[in-house]
């Protein structure tokens, strides 16, 4: 079950976008007005990539998260993240059985195809690595045995910036293993007006009924792995991994692994936008996401107010894009 | 393309066509100074007219450019030719051989006529052919510059240009309302272009959809300071000219003792001195423009007028002759017939008649050559020895009669091969000044060589002094290096710069120093004629000039004078070759009706102009080759341009490096016509580059659109998935860009693009390094 498929010839685009299409509605009407959020969302699903949702509470990071994972019908796991939460609760612990006197392995919540691990910096470091370790191998190791995770298999965890105490703010290499990081932010007037309005006696999450399932989702992961990637474009990447390295602004520029993430993330914004091939505006439309919460900024970037994001958009704004000849 | 009635007059337009009309109209209004009659000013009127209304007429049916220009220049030539040329088109339309015929004799007469004439010249056929064809080319070149091209900046070349033919021959200083008229005229032109670029950009609101802000705004408040600007540069330019300190009179700009500024700055200002000290000097620098003597003439061609001659040099200045009583004839006595004028000089009466004479007595001013004298109330006795009025009283108004001659090629054989016999003569009229012989002697030889006859040795002198030798006209004197100041000839010889007198003396002295007697008259030009049709003589208008006794013609004047205050040489003694075989040609000035007949004596005129052809013949052969040369050298940009911008699309070999050439062709030819090459962006960001530094039609966004698309198919799809044909449409689609972009482009922009391209350059750049490499 751990074997990627080879892509496919031909790329089915249109189950793409229908298939997510179907989930960016869905989640919409629960999210008012959060069409830019909704969509990094559904890119990252089609990605294969964690989320990290991160925002003062009450703007709907959770809900995003719920909604996301009812749209499709599959297993849903929820972790509430607390200081005493343990690194078994999350993969699992093996339990002697009285009867058959074996030791017996209970699967923890991330056994599942979308876990929604909320206020993940109030865990402990233990628990916290315990959790990236498998996003990332997406497999669990207990005892010497090694559990294989199911497919598609999710991530979103969400992050309060604002209250540190009592928090473990997750540390540069974790945050690595998130492909995409989004921040809410507050809803417009309007949308705010019709939240109050919808949400006042029924919560809109319980109306949500799931729009595809698991396998055809990853069928569609399987289809935005096929398309076709330049030369040029891979330049145009490297291109921007070696300038985020050499911004005056930046501390820590961006790794590899924030370049191929990068490219996956563009290849799946592509696809949403119905083209087999990806084209450097798709890598400009992920960058902010798929890299703000990888990179440090100087201290004179802190004082001078500049958030990573600004210093992402200015990167892409002086990198030239290299015509591949 | 809409094509409503609002287009076709917007198209054409009519109000710039009609400001760049004036414009030329009010760069030929100084002329009216420079031309003595104005029969030129309505065909150059109507000229002006008729290739503004065909550029407009052109314009509002679509033409393009380039055809509109030609069509003006055809309507302009078909225009000369109705009015100038009517009787030699064959049926009225077509030029014969005999219109090139009259168009050389024309230009040949108008020569004549400038060079001969100092301002005003008369307004003869040539002279109003020559004035009116160039306004015409003037017109022309303004129009399809300024208005056609929309480019009125560069339209001030040629307006500048023929403002200065005026400027510098009037010879007086300018009235300012000439430069202010032009000057408006053309902040006219430019005003309306800037008005009709801000308001009326095709795409202006696209770009203000694009939120580039409100662009009505902007226009009208710059129009408001380019107003203010300009207002003062006119009154900046006419106010800054007039407190300038006018710079002493020099040889193009000596008229400025005419300043009517200076008109009443003294009274007593018309009082002449020369005849006292026989040195004009203190008069020609005199203001006063009150008349010293108004007179009417039958004669076209007027020679200078006679006070006095002298044949004393002593001391390095002229004396003043003593008048014996015993050596004049009696009062009123008729005067006697010019002595030694040959029987056979053809010669014709004038009359001469003063209206107003302020010169005081002794002295009267007639022509030379004098036959009769009808003084009013006082008596008169003559001076036969050199021909000089005496007086006693001062006549209001008197009349002469006087020989004018008219040799016309006709001048007898043999005139002037009679050496002067020294004995017959006094000897004052055979000396030359001891201080500067040497000079004078090398200056003869040089000058005239081995020639004999007397009249040919003057004309060389003459020549020598006026045209050829360098002199220059100046009433202030340098200090000479070498000579001392006892020796004026010889610093005038040294350092070539005098006024009437020295040229004059030093004409004299070579003639004496030839064995030609020879002495110095003092008088006046002929002056300035007035509206009436008198003429006035003021005190600037005094002249002195060498009188030479030539076997067969007597005492006959000479004008080694160069420049604007000067008399006109005699018909006799212009350049030998111009006398003897092209009578009719130089005559022509002189005619009362300016009607040259070159048509009715083809025969002499033929001969002169082919020799003259001869002559310019090497020098046409040198142009021609410089012009092959020139015409090579603009090649080789263009091709070298078009390499570079096909390098790309001439060595693909797939088709998705076929559309990077075709790309890179677009970017290229958009850089040679001045829209800056995009950074190294996503195709998409520089489409955006484009039509941000581009007007298009909506056609071009579209090919833009399609040619960008397919570049990216061709940067980023799989390999292979790029047809033929996409990259032929792509082809397709650049060129109908760049025609465009092209089409919407200033006119200096498309000239610029094709004659000098960047991408000529950096092929040319390429090219070199490629070869230093190998």
Redesign the interface.
């Known amino acids: 079950m751990s074997v990627i498929p080879s892509a496919p010839d031909t790329v089915d685009l249109e189950a793409v976008k229908s298939v997510a299409g179907a989930v960016h509605r869905a989640i919409a009407t629960v999210i008012e007005g959060k069409d830019e959020a909704v969509a990094t969302a559904v890119t990252a699903l089609l990605a294969e990539g964690h989320l990290l949702v991160e925002d003062v509470p009450g703007v709907g990071k959770t809900m995003l998260a719920k909604a996301l994972a009812r749209a499709i019908d599959c297993r849903v796991s929820r972790v509430q993240f607390t200081p005493d939460l343990l690194p078994s609760d999350i993969t699992g612990v093996s339990v002697f059985n009285q009867d058959s006197r074996e030791f017996e392995f209970r699967r923890g919540a991330i056994f599942a195809n979308v876990v929604v691990g909320d206020e993940i910096n109030r865990a402990s470091p233990k628990t916290q690595s315990a959790l990236l370790e498998s996003m990332e191998e997406r497999q669990v190791t207990v005892d010497g045995q090694t559990y294989p995770l199911p497919r598609p298999f999710l991530v979103m965890a969400t992050q309060n910036p604002i209250e540190m105490e009592g928090t473990y703010p997750l540390p540069e290499a974790q945050r690595d293993r998130f492909m995409a990081r989004i921040s809410m932010g507050y809803p417009s007037a309007s949308s705010e007006m019709t939240m109050l309005e919808s949400h006042g006696s029924v919560s809109p999450l319980d109306r949500l009924t799931p729009v595809t399932t698991a396998a055809d989702v990853e069928r569609q992961i399987d289809n935005v792995r096929g398309l ?1 990637i ?1 030369t ?2 891979r330049q145009y990447v490297v291109e921007l991994m070696s300038a985020s390295r050499s911004h005056r602004m930046l501390r820590l520029g961006a790794s590899p692994r924030a370049g191929l993430q990068l490219l996956r993330a563009a290849r799946a914004h592509a696809a949403l936008a119905g083209r ?6 798709d890598v ?1 439309a992920m960058a902010v996401p798929v890299l703000a919460h990888r990179v440090l900024p100087t201290g004179e970037a802190s004082l001078a107010h500049r958030g990573t994001a600004d210093i992402v958009r200015d990167l892409v704004e002086r990198t ?6 | 393309m809409r094509h409503d009635e609002r287009d076709w007059v917007s198209r054409g337009l009519w109000a710039e066509g009609l400001v760049a009309a004036l414009a030329t109209l009010s760069v030929a209004w100084p002329l009216t100074d420079l031309l003595r009659e104005g029969s030129w000013l309505a065909p150059a009127v109507t000229m002006v007219v008729l290739v503004a209304l065909g550029g407009a007429v052109l314009r509002s049916l679509d033409v393009p450019p380039t055809l509109v220009a030609l069509g003006q220049l055809v309507l302009g030539l078909a225009g000369l030719a109705v009015i100038y040329l009517r009787e030699t088109l064959w049926r009225g339309v077509l030029p014969t051989r005999e219109t090139i015929e009259l168009v050389g004799a024309l230009l040949a007469q108008a020569g004549t006529v400038l060079q001969t004439y100092a301002a005003p010249a008369p307004t003869t056929q040539g002279v109003s052919f020559l004035v009116v064809a160039v306004l015409t080319l003037t017109a022309v070149s303004v129009d399809s510059m300024g208005v056609t091209g929309r480019a009125p900046a560069s339209a001030g070349i040629p307006l500048v240009a023929g403002f200065l033919v005026s400027v510098s021959n009037t010879g007086q200083a300018m009235e300012p309302w000439y430069f202010a008229a032009v000057l408006v005229m053309w902040l006219l032109m430019l005003a309306q272009q800037g008005r009709r670029l801000s308001l009326s950009w095709p795409s202006a609101g696209r770009r203000e959809s694009r939120g580039a802000g409100d662009v009505s705004e902007g226009p009208r408040s710059y129009r408001g300071l380019a107003q203010v600007v300009g207002a003062l540069t006119v009154v900046a330019a006419v106010l800054g000219a007039s407190f300038l300190p006018h710079l002493p009179p020099t040889f193009f700009g000596d008229g400025l003792a005419r300043n009517p500024e200076a008109r009443d700055v003294d009274a007593d200002a018309g009082d002449v001195a020369f005849t006292e000290t026989m040195d004009p000097g203190q008069d020609l620098r005199n203001q006063s423009r009150a008349p010293v003597l108004t007179y009417r003439t039958t004669a076209i061609s007027q020679p200078p007028l006679r006070v006095t001659a002298t044949e004393r040099f002593e001391d390095g200045r002229w004396v003043a002759p003593e008048r014996l009583t015993s050596a004049l004839l009696p009062q009123d006595a008729p005067i006697p017939d010019p002595p030694g004028l040959g029987e056979d000089v053809p010669a014709g009466e004038a009359e001469f008649q003063v209206l107003d004479n302020e010169l005081e007595p002794p002295h009267l001013a007639v022509p030379p050559l004098l036959t009769g004298l009808q003084l009013d109330g006082a008596g008169y006795r003559y001076d036969p020895r050199d021909a000089t009025v005496v007086l006693q009283g001062q006549p209001e108004q008197y009349d002469a009669t006087y020989l004018t001659l008219d040799p016309g090629g006709a001048l007898p054989a043999g005139v002037g091969e009679q050496p002067a016999l020294a004995e017959q003569f006094d000897e004052d009229l055979l000396a030359v000044d001891e201080v500067s012989r040497d000079q004078v002697a090398a200056l003869v030889e040089e000058v005239v060589g081995d020639e004999d006859n007397a009249l040919q040795t003057a004309v060389l002198i003459q020549s020598h002094l006026r045209t050829d030798g360098g002199y220059e006209y100046s009433l202030e004197l340098e200090p000479p290096a070498e000579a001392g100041a006892d020796d004026p000839i010889g610093g005038f010889l040294e350092t070539r710069q005098g006024y009437c007198v020295q040229f004059a003396t030093a004409m004299v002295m070579m003639a004496r120093h030839e064995g030609i007697p020879a002495r110095m008259a003092v008088g006046f030009l002929p002056g300035t004629t007035q509206e009436d049709g008198t003429r006035q003589v003021v005190a600037a208008d005094a002249h002195t000039w060498p009188e030479l006794w030539i076997d067969g013609l007597g005492w006959t004047r000479f004008e080694p004078t160069p420049g604007v205050r000067a008399g006109t040489p005699p018909a006799y003694a212009r350049s030998t070759d111009e006398g003897d075989a092209a009578p009719s040609t130089s005559e022509v000035p002189q005619e009362l009706t300016p009607t040259p007949e070159p048509t009715a004596a083809p025969a002499p005129a033929d001969p002169t102009l082919l020799d003259r052809l001869g002559d310019l013949l090497p020098t046409v052969l040198r142009t021609l080759l410089a012009l092959l040369l020139l015409g090579a050298l603009a090649t080789v940009l263009p091709w070298a341009g078009r390499r570079h911008r096909e390098a790309g699309v001439r060595a693909a070999t797939t088709a998705s490096e076929r559309v ?1 050439g075709e790309w890179q062709r677009l970017t290229r030819s958009l850089s040679d016509l001045g829209v800056s090459t995009p ?6 960001s520089m489409r955006r580059h484009y039509l941000g530094g581009t007007t298009m039609e909506e056609s071009g966004d579209r090919a833009l659109g399609r040619a960008v698309a397919t570049l ?2 061709a ?5 292979g998935t790029l047809g033929e044909d996409e990259a032929d449409r792509m082809g397709d689609d650049v060129r109908t860009v760049v025609d465009e972009v092209r089409h919407t482009s200033p006119w200096n922009q498309r000239v610029n693009a094709v004659l000098l391209p960047g991408s000529g350059v950096a092929g040319l750049r390429e090219g070199a390094r490629r070869l230093l490499r190998r």
């Not at chain 1, 087999?276 to 505006?281: A, G, I, Y």
């Not at chain 1, 030239?320 to 000849?325: A, N």
């Open positions: 076709h330049s040029a474009l087999d091939h990806v084209l450097p505006e400009q030239s894009v290299p015509s591949g000849r | 990077e950074p190294e962006r996503s195709p998409r990216e198919r940067r980023y799809a799989a390999p």
